[in-house]
């Protein structure tokens, strides 16, 4: 999948299930913040991006994806 | 003691996702039965089903406050802001006073399925996602609600099979009258999915009668062939009489009683004993004539040992009085869980309205259905207390007396 491609999908799948607008998503953006994911609903997102892409996040590796810009990378590298 | 109203009721069910609408399907004699396909496919011996839409609650409630909630907790949510508004209660007063919720709930299979295939399949925990454990717990409903609408008063699930919904109320009654609470939100709820009912449709309990899904739920009838699952939710606002006079509630009726026993004998195939004695007690505890209860609304649930014991039970008890005896679930199926609560409310709005719905399906009686007065068109007419059983798998029962105010 093609980095931008990948880019979309991230955003679109990730603003429908956490019901925030789209356009609040960007690069440099805390994700826990912008979707307003609490311990619990960050397993959600976990559960999500797996569901979506085949890549789980290893907890180890959770808070080293801390903005939107480190998940792209971090599921670019394994997609 | 205190007195115990009822100021509010709410209910989601397969008549109706409102007072209203069932209300008019209980006069109409409408059937909520249907033949689910989905349930041939996955090897049913029965696809028969009460038809139940869960409810949409996005953009209603949170997506995090939606994600612990399996289909159960929807129903009784939807309810429960049915019942909140009769009662006239507002979140602000929710918020102010230690209100309690007691509800009946025995299951919530559908949740724990998914999360164990997941299991399998993925071998990885985490990806069950955070609802599984909140939706899989028996306390799911009680856990959603509360949190919720923010109660601070008792907070407790009532499993007692198929007489949970009633024991809620019940016990519900008991810590009214003994002073603990003021006010409790009680009910039952029931889920719908086809796993919920699998392993009970493999035990040959359910009606087979696939070709007339209507005709197919015939409590009392001669040739009735088993029962028809159904579901939903109903909540009835609970009170003591003081405090609700006190705000100024709409008190629309009193529990008078709550009887109980237990048959201590098979697993599933009910007795007589244990039932009379139940009936015996809610009537004695209700310190009226037997004379004044101007309805039953019976347990039965069509299958052949359960109403010919309720019958001989409700005959040993009442004798040749002429009272009308109906089970609603001729026409919603059986609601389980939520059964005790459901009838509650269908009798009361059957109260209010002045008149018994049918107890459709009865063609031919039995030996035993014979004795008693079973209608099968609606009877117009007026009530002032109505009687409900409840009974359930293990041998738990049930019985509730309401007066109308």
């Given at each position: 999948m093609e980095k931008n491609d990948l880019i979309a999908k991230v955003n679109s799948v990730l603003a429908e299930e956490f019901e925030v607008e789209e356009s609040i998503i960007t690069p440099d953006a805390n994700i826990k913040k912008t979707l307003e994911l609490d311990s619990l609903s960050l397993v959600d997102m976990v559960a999500l991006i797996e569901n979506e892409f085949g890549v789980k996040i290893q907890t180890a590796d959770l808070a080293k994806v801390q903005t939107f810009e480190a998940l792209y990378d971090y599921l670019a590298e394994r997609v | 003691m205190k007195r115990v109203v009822i100021t509010g009721m709410g209910i989601w069910s397969c008549l109706g996702k409102s007072l209203d609408e069932v209300r008019d399907s209980l006069y109409t004699g409408r059937s909520g039965i249907v033949l689910d396909p989905v349930r041939k496919e996955m090897g049913f011996r029965s696809g028969l089903t009460a038809r139940v839409e869960i409810p949409e609650l996005k953009g209603v409630l949170s997506r995090s406050q939606r994600a612990y909630m399996p289909e159960q907790a929807k129903y009784a949510y939807c309810a429960t802001v049915e019942a909140l508004h009769n009662a006239g209660i507002d979140q602000e007063y929710l918020d102010s006073h230690d209100v309690g919720l007691m509800y009946g709930n025995d299951s919530t299979v559908d949740p724990a399925v998914r999360a164990v295939d997941t299991i399998r399949a993925k071998k990885d925990t985490t990806l069950c996602g955070s609802g599984a454990i909140f939706q899989s717990m028996?306390?799911?409903?009680?856990?959603?609600?509360?949190?919720?609408?923010?109660?601070?008063?008792?907070?407790?699930?009532?499993?007692?099979?198929?007489a949970s919904g009633a024991h809620a109320i019940g016990l519900g009654a008991l810590l009214i009258q003994t002073g603990l609470q003021d006010m409790i939100v009680c009910g039952g709820a029931q889920e719908v999915n086809p796993f919920s009912v699998g392993s009970f449709d493999g035990i040959s309990a359910f009606s087979t009668r696939e070709d007339e899904p209507e005709k197919a739920s015939r409590p009392f009838d001669r040739d009735r062939d088993g029962l028809v699952p159904g579901g939903g939710a109903a909540t009835v606002i609970i009170e003591e009489y003081e405090h609700a006079v006190k705000r100024g509630a709409p008190i629309i009726a009193e529990i008078l009683s709550y009887g109980f026993s237990a048959n201590g004998e098979h697993i599933s195939t009910p007795n007589v004993d244990g039932p009379s004695k139940s009936l015996r007690m809610a009537i004695e505890r209700a310190g009226i004539n037997i004379d004044e209860i101007g309805y039953i609304n019976a347990h039965a649930t069509s299958t052949h040992v359960g109403d010919t014991n309720e019958a001989k039970a409700i005959y040993n008890v009442f004798g040749d009085r002429r009272i009308e005896v109906t089970s609603t679930k001729?026409?919603?199926?059986?609601?389980m869980w939520m059964a005790g609560a459901s009838e509650i409310v269908y009798s009361m709005l059957m109260m209010?309205?002045?008149f018994i719905a049918a107890n459709i399906n009865f063609e031919n009686p039995d030996e035993d259905s014979a004795k008693l007065l079973i209608p099968n068109k609606r009877v117009d007419k007026h009530f002032d207390t109505f009687l409900s059983n409840s009974f359930g798998f293990g041998g738990t029962n049930a019985t509730l007396i309401v007066r109308n105010i």
């Open positions: - | 028996n306390s799911t409903v009680t856990m959603n609600l509360g949190t919720i609408f923010h109660l601070r008063g008792i907070n407790l699930t009532v499993s007692g099979a198929c001729s026409q919603t199926g059986h609601e209010k309205n002045d």
